[in-house]
T-cell receptor
Framework: GQQLNQSPQSMFIQEGEDVSMNCTSS?????WLWYKQDPGEGPVLLIA?????ELTSNGRLTAQFGITRKDSFLNISASIPSDVGIYFC??????????FGAGTILRVKS | NAGVTQTPKFQVLKTGQSMTLQCAQD?????MYWYRQDPGMGLRLIYY???????DKGEVPNGYNVSRLNKREFSLRLESAAPSQTSVYFC?????????????FGPGTRLTVT
């Protein structure tokens, strides 16, 4: 089946730092979505990208749909403590179905 | 709007028992989905329903059945639970105007099979 490689698997953030994560695939996707999941909750949609090359922002979040349609990245600027959680990328395949990456865990540096 | 709701929130089953997980959405979405989430593996699609009256298998359908009861409700049934089905189960829906691919998730059901 389809596979998405999401990196890094986990990272530590210090308040105020910028954060980057990305997803790659050997397959072409027509849509990329980014979700965040807090502990004990369901994933919440952050950003949807529908066009190759598209760059979209949502507050401190910026995501891009790679020009090859095989990758996407998510940046978080000036991180704050409530940014901790798990971030998932998802790509559209076969109609309305999505395939998800394994997630990037954001933790706070102590 | 409540969005996507799931019941129960937690469940413990013994091996071989059966149960049904319930999901409902009030967003008038056409498509609904069931996923399972295991540590380090992201979300894997079990079954989905593109529209009322249709269901189809996803990536990991073995050991599960589904029913799309009406446009709002989509249930997942475990006929004979196994320890390998210990997981967190999420229901999702999509199909809003102009955003049919954006899936919205419920809070999850945490299932343990002993």
């Amino acid at each position: 089946g389809q596979q998405l490689n999401q990196s890094p698997q986990s990272m530590f953030i210090q308040e105020g730092e910028d954060v980057s994560m990305n997803c790659t695939s050997s397959s072409i996707f027509n849509t990329w979505l980014w979700y965040k999941q807090d502990p004990g909750e369901g994933p919440v949609l952050l950003i949807a990208l529908y066009k190759a090359g598209e760059l979209t922002s949502n507050g401190r979040l910026t995501a891009q749909f790679g020009i090859t349609r095989k990758d996407s990245f998510l940046n978080i600027s000036a991180s704050i403590p409530s940014d901790v959680g798990i971030y998932f990328c998802a790509g559209q395949w076969q109609g309305n179905k999505l395939v998800f990456g394994a997630g990037t865990i954001l933790r706070v540096k102590s | 709007n409540a969005g996507v709701t799931q019941t129960p929130k937690f469940q413990v089953l013994k091996t071989g028992q059966s149960m049904t997980l319930q999901c409902a959405q009030d967003m008038n979405h056409n498509s609904m989905y069931w996923y399972r989430q295991d540590p380090g593996m992201g979300l894997r699609l079990i079954y989905y329903s593109a529209s009322e009256g249709t269901t189809d298998k996803g990536e990991v359908p073995n050991g599960y059945n589904v029913s799309r009861l009406n446009k709002r409700e989509f249930s997942l049934r475990l006929e004979s639970a196994a320890p390998s089905q210990t997981s967190v189960y999420f229901c999702a829906s999509s199909g809003g105007q102009g955003s049919k691919l954006e899936q919205y998730f419920g809070p999850g059901t945490r299932l343990t099979v002993t």
